[in-house]
């Protein structure tokens, strides 16, 4: 382990994360894009933090996060841990759990002990860091800590701040798993625990209203048998709408749009943007636009569906079996639609593309096809409405813009009424879902994508963040 500041009299900050935020890019370490950096950042520059994370199997890294003054302290897990604690207990069984069981849960008790195991050595790690510096606040992060709460207040009297970064289901089915009680306790470790939506916070205080009977429910807050009270609360994440905006104007994003505008000249097009995760609705997705193709002769060689998925949990087998529907039904439509001498209809990438790609195909899509059939929140949504209306002004009124449609089963849609709504598992809805935004009049389209992106950029990650912290 490496890596704390010298302690200062400004407040402290621990972070604790599965991973942490950085990779190794040839032999030089960078710091990994993602919300909770960019959230951080600005904090960084005024609290000493140190950030607790698995080292992802590397002995060497940086003592400071690149670029900041913030502190990397690594845990290092063995393979077996990896395969137990991580592939196992965090992804083959909490996950389709958490996700309204849209994949099965498996539970297995040798990866529970391993999942204990871990969350100890993160507290271990986060406590020892943390007695280096001054007054700490400890900040949990997601599913795969939710004893670390608990196992923190056992050693320090410090804040201690949680936050769910995926749905917390309905009492009814997180009462299935064995080791439930244990969960709720570990999450009541905490000061405050936060979720996307308030929905979520209602099913977590309604399984500990349920399933522990030394609890008492006081309005947002769970009082404990000791007198202990626990907060609960609803703080939709978001995106550095600043940021996200800037680049969809810079000189690189707007030279690649062009490319692409000529590759797909005379076509409109769809976008799917997200990791090949069965709780994103990709196969369902598919469908729904071939089912749009054998309705809509009219469409044939107008349309086309860009998706773009990147690689992720490629040891777990049920992620193998997604792989391998999505290359089929990919393979499918295109037999079943492709004119002789005519371009595709389903333009597949297996692969994560650069920020810069992503911009553009963002300002690329007439659609954005945001269609999980569960998730915690979806960043794309806010990245897409972001993005397009950065572009708006330079557009004119007759071009329109790009419409969102979205999935009522995304955190995301708590916050975004105006966009195209669907129920994903509706492959008939989601198909007049898709036609009816395709032929929204271009005002209507500028006037919703207007109250999205003004709705995201008053509620970004900075918001979130102080929301998060705020004593
Ligand atoms: P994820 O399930 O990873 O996050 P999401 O919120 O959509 O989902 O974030 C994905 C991020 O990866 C976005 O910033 C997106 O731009 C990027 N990305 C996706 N596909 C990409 C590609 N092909 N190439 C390049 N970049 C790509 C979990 C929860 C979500 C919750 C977030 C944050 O599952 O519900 O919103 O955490 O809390």
Same mark, same amino acid.
């Given at each position: ?43 960084? @520059? ?5 950030? &607790? ?24 897990? @063995? ?60 900040? &949990? ?11 923190? %207040? ?120 997200? *990791? ?19 309705? %809509? ?95 708006? @002004? ?44 395709? @032929? ?6 500028? *006037? ?9 950029? %008053? ?13």
């Amino acid at each position: 382990m490496s890596g704390t500041q010298p302690r200062s009299e400004e407040p402290g900050l621990v972070v604790l994360s599965n991973r942490l935020p950085v990779s190794r890019v040839g032999n030089k370490w960078q710091t990994s894009a993602g919300g909770l950096v960019t959230a951080l950042l600005p904090l960084v @520059s005024t609290r000493p933090t140190s950030w &607790v994370g698995w080292d992802g199997g590397s002995h060497k890294l940086p003592e400071k996060l690149p670029g900041t003054d913030a502190g990397l302290v690594g845990v290092g897990l @063995s393979r077996a841990d990896v395969k137990a604690y991580y592939d196992g207990f965090s992804n083959a069984t909490l996950w389709p759990l958490f996700h309204d069981l849209v994949g099965t849960p498996e539970f297995q008790r040798s990866w529970w002990e391993a999942y204990q195991r871990v969350n100890r050595s993160f507290a271990e790690a986060a406590l020892k860091t943390g007695e280096e510096l001054s007054s700490p606040t400890y900040w &949990v992060q997601d599913y795969q800590l939710m004893l670390v709460p608990q196992l923190l %207040r056992a050693g320090t009297d410090a804040p201690v701040r949680y936050f769910l970064h995926i749905p917390f289901p309905a009492p009814e089915l997180f009462a299935r798993l064995p080791w439930r009680d244990q969960l709720l306790r570990g999450l009541l470790g905490a000061d405050t625990v936060s979720f996307h939506t308030e929905h979520y916070r209602r099913n977590f205080v309604r399984a500990c209203a349920l399933l522990l009977t030394d609890v008492t429910v006081r309005g947002r807050d769970i009082v404990l048998e000791d007198g202990r009270v626990v907060h609960t609360q609803a703080n939709p994440i978001s995106i550095d709408t600043t940021d996200f905006a800037e680049d969809a104007r810079s000189e690189e994003v707007t030279g690649r749009l062009q490319r692409l505008r000529r590759q797909f000249a005379g076509r409109r097009v769809l976008l799917g943007v997200d *990791r090949l995760d069965y709780t994103k609705g990709i196969p369902e997705r598919l469908l729904a636009f071939e089912r749009l193709l054998e309705d %809509r002769e009219d469409l044939h060689g107008r349309v086309c569906l860009v998706q773009i998925a990147v690689p992720s949990r490629g040891d777990v087998e049920e992620y193998q079996r997604l792989r391998d529907l999505v290359d089929q039904l990919v393979g499918r439509i295109n037999g079943r639609f492709t004119r002789p001498g005519e371009d595709v209809p389903v333009h597949y990438f297996h692969r994560g593309v650069a920020r810069e790609d992503l911009l553009a195909y963002y300002l690329l899509a007439d659609l954005m096809l945001v269609t999980p059939l569960k998730d915690g929140m979806n960043l794309v949504a806010k990245e897409f409405v972001t993005v397009q209306h950065a572009a708006l @002004s330079a557009r004119s009124a007759t071009e329109g813009a790009g419409a969102l449609v979205l999935s009522e089963f995304t955190g995301a849609a708590d916050e975004m009424p105006q966009a195209y709504l669907c129920n994903p598992f509706d492959l008939d809805g989601v198909s007049a879902v898709m036609a009816t935004a395709l @032929s929204a009049a271009p005002e209507e389209r500028r *006037r919703r994508l207007d109250l999205l992106a003004r709705r995201v950029r %008053r509620h970004d990650i900075h918001a979130w963040a102080e929301r998060e912290l705020d004593q």
